[in-house]
């Protein structure tokens, strides 16, 4: 009788102790990290992080979820002399805690069967670009092993169509279409490339140091 | 300190247990267990699906690309989370009910309940894999399920604390034996670690990437202490079990167990080695899994020191090469994970397929296999009847241990090379994708070779539960028992012959 207590007692110790030095206590850390005031070189201030806005990039970040984009791209830039994430281009700077304080949850990533998208929204800022490439990666990217996410839009072949008032209408380059074709990309699809214009790890911090 | 008559063991509990109290005690988990059995496999098979689905998109991404319901991010949690949930964690708790009984000398309490507790867990595995495939996933990886499946799911196992402890408490048998430890450790580990981590993530408990944290002190534990406990558990009482001797030695099984409690739990932040995380958290990471050397190598030292003398008997039962060579790949994939957690080899394995072929090394080559070995063992003692062809068990055999191995050595180096190619800047990243091509290949046609073993199995235990073999006739072995003993007396011959010159 006695032994079964104590291995109950023993097993709960061990678990519990864990999840104060791993999730816990970090996480007070990280609860002390409010946003930051950041000074611009014209004088002007800028809160950083700053949270996704609620019209399109918060939506945006529930389609990255849904279509399962952690899968294969991370969103964490790794530090200098550690892999080779800043000299690809993948960041100015490592990834630091404050980066993520607002992210809820973040996506890290574990795989990079894709490239990092920690600073997608820098490093590909036109549009255009992000809905061809998700239309079908092999007209921005030939070669890639990414889905296709044709779904996310509507695909008119022939004549160019008349979509309902402010909605976008993007044409096929002909080299990857035989027929004149156009694209307008449904509301998830604006969605997700709000979001994915939103990612930057901008500012220098002094923590990077 | 470790004489032989301290070394205690399943045989010498059953040695003078009655055979028909062992056989009310295998009727009372027959439904039951076998209930969870069943859907195990149904889940394998499923996931199996999935995962081929899944790594054929890797490759070629054209296939199946209309349909959003099997878009590669949805396919791949959707193949985890059948194989963890429905897979693992099914055959793993028909197991573990039925080594309890076993063990306490009880008769299985409560069967209504467990049944009831079996169709409801179906439901929520099923429930959760649709949710994921329509979208509804949470993208958290091991964590995919939406939040009310999981706390939900993870609440069925309050039912089984009360009954291991009522097990325990009311046990006949006074000797607590290893796997108990182990088994009574992991129903306890489980829940918490699965609705403390819903909970942390989902709600603002957690702070940022302390949710990262979160996640991989889950996902690693689910693993380390809930899968590895069961397998452990299994091969402790099963090597002993068949080959008819004590396990080496009591004591260091039990140093194995604390340890493993003590480490295993720290461990989880090496998944974010060069993340955006504070130094010392990643620090406390790999110094957790340098010391899981401890409880790994007494492991194998205990299990080696069983085994010795006996490797002969591989040739013969099915239940000890499956469960043997899980125990190995415990050993090489504990090493491996202690290895990875290193700074230098994380460097180039990590965002790899490096890394999934650890995974696979862990959850399939050994805990799958040892929960193979445990049902070829089990299913026949509850069914009262035998497997029906041991041709079969070969074919499940040699697919999945090749097609293992294939799978892992393909995507090791496959991924080690992704990783090198990644770490230098001049390598555009778009050959690196053309590169890995062939690596890719070399996955789905193991994880074929991988489906067509577990085919063969499912054929086997759909036979099997429809009572097609035959009882009270000799087991069935790779080699029958007249030809083993026929080998064995002309061995013996031509060793005595040579004694004589």
């Known amino acids: ?209 | 300190m470790n004489t032989p008559s301290q070394a205690k063991g399943p045989q010498h509990n059953f040695d003078t247990m009655d055979v028909s109290v062992r056989a009310d005690i295998d009727r009372s988990c027959r439904e039951v267990v076998l209930l969870w059995y069943a859907s195990s496999v149904f889940w394998l098979l499923l996931g199996s699906v999935l995962a081929l689905v899944a790594s054929i998109k890797l490759h070629t991404p054209g296939f199946l690309a209309g349909s959003e319901w099997l878009t590669f991010g949805r396919v791949r949690p959707a193949h985890l989370n059948t194989m963890i949930y429905g897979w693992a964690s099914m055959s793993g708790m028909g197991t573990l009910l039925w080594l309890m009984a076993r063990l306490c000398k009880l008769p299985l309490p409560w069967r209504e309940g467990l049944m009831i507790a079996g169709l409801y867990w179906n439901g929520m595995v099923a429930i959760g894999t649709w949710q994921i495939l329509i979208g509804n996933g949470t993208s958290i990886e091991w964590l995919e399920f939406p939040w009310w499946i999981s706390i939900p799911l993870g609440a069925t196992f309050l039912v089984v604390i009360a009954l291991s402890i009522k097990m325990l408490r009311e046990r006949r048998e006074k000797h607590l034996y290893v796997s108990q430890w182990y088994l009574f450790g992991s129903t306890i580990w489980f829940p918490f670690l699965y609705i403390g981590a819903t909970i942390l993530i989902h709600s603002p408990a957690a702070v940022g990437v302390a949710k990262g944290t979160a996640n991989w002190w889950f996902a690693h534990n689910v693993l380390g202490l809930w899968l590895t406990p069961i397998g452990l558990a299994s091969a402790y009482y099963f090597i002993p079990k068949v080959l008819g001797r004590p396990i080496h030695s009591y004591y260091l099984s039990i140093i194995g167990f604390w340890t493993l409690a003590l480490f295993y739990n720290w461990a989880g932040t090496h998944h974010l080695i060069g993340g955006p995380l504070p130094a010392w958290l990643v620090t406390v990471g790999t110094v957790g899994s340098m010391m899981m050397f401890v409880p790994v190598i007494t492991v194998a030292v205990n299990h080696h020191l069983t085994m010795v003398g006996n490797f002969s008997k591989l040739r013969v039962s099915p239940t000890l090469r499956f469960i043997v060579f899980g125990a190995m790949s415990y050993t090489a994939v504990s090493v491996q994970g202690s290895l990875t957690a290193l700074r230098t080899v994380n460097e180039t394995g990590h965002f790899t397929h490096y890394t999934i072929a650890h995974a696979h090394l862990g959850v399939y080559s050994f805990f799958t296999m040892i929960a193979f070995g445990s049902m070829y063992y089990v299913m026949p003692r509850l069914v009262e009847r035998e497997w029906i062809s041991s041709r079969l068990i070969k074919v499940h055999f040699w697919c999945c241990a090749i097609g293992i191995l294939m799978y892992w050595v393909g995507l090791s180096i496959g991924g080690w090379l992704q990783g090198t190619w990644m770490n230098n800047p001049d390598i555009p990243f778009m050959d690196i994708v053309r590169r890995m091509i062939p690596y890719l290949w070399s996955r789905s046609i193991a994880g074929t070779l991988m489906t067509i073993g577990h085919f063969a199995f499912g054929i086997l235990v759909w036979k099997m539960l429809r009572r097609e073999g035959g009882w009270l006739v000799d087991p069935t072995l790779f080699v029958s028992r007249k030809e083993a003993a026929a080998e064995a007396s002309m061995l013996k011959a031509i060793s005595d012959a040579g004694v004589d010159e």
Request: charged content about 15%; overall charge neutral.
């Open chain 1, 1 to 209: 009788m006695n032994r079964i207590s104590l291995i109950m007692a023993g097993v709960f110790a061990t678990v519990i102790a864990s999840l104060f030095g791993l999730v816990l206590i970090p996480s007070m850390q990280f609860q002390q990290m409010p946003p930051k005031e950041i000074f611009a070189a014209d004088g002007s201030t800028t809160m950083y992080p700053v949270a996704l806005e609620d019209f399109r990039e918060a939506p945006g970040k529930e389609v990255y979820r849904s279509m399962g984009c952690v899968y294969c791209h991370s969103q964490q830039v790794r530090p200098e002399g550690f892999g080779a994430d800043i000299d690809r281009g993948w960041g100015q700077r490592r990834s630091v805690p404050r980066d993520y304080v607002l992210q809820n949850p973040p996506y890290l990533g574990t795989m990079r069967t894709g490239p990092d998208l920690a600073n997608i929204g820098v490093r590909q800022p036109t549009e255009a670009w992000h809905y061809l490439h998700l239309y079908d990666p092999q007209i921005t990217s030939p070669g890639s092993v990414m889905p296709s996410f044709k779904f996310l839009f509507q695909t008119t072949v022939g004549k160019e169509p008349t979509p309902p008032l402010g909605s976008l209408v993007i044409q096929l380059p002909e080299t990857s279409a035989s027929e004149p074709t156009w694209i307008v990309p449904s509301v998830r699809a604006i969605s997700l490339v709000a979001y994915l214009k939103s990612l930057a790890q901008k500012y220098e911090l002094e923590e990077v140091q």
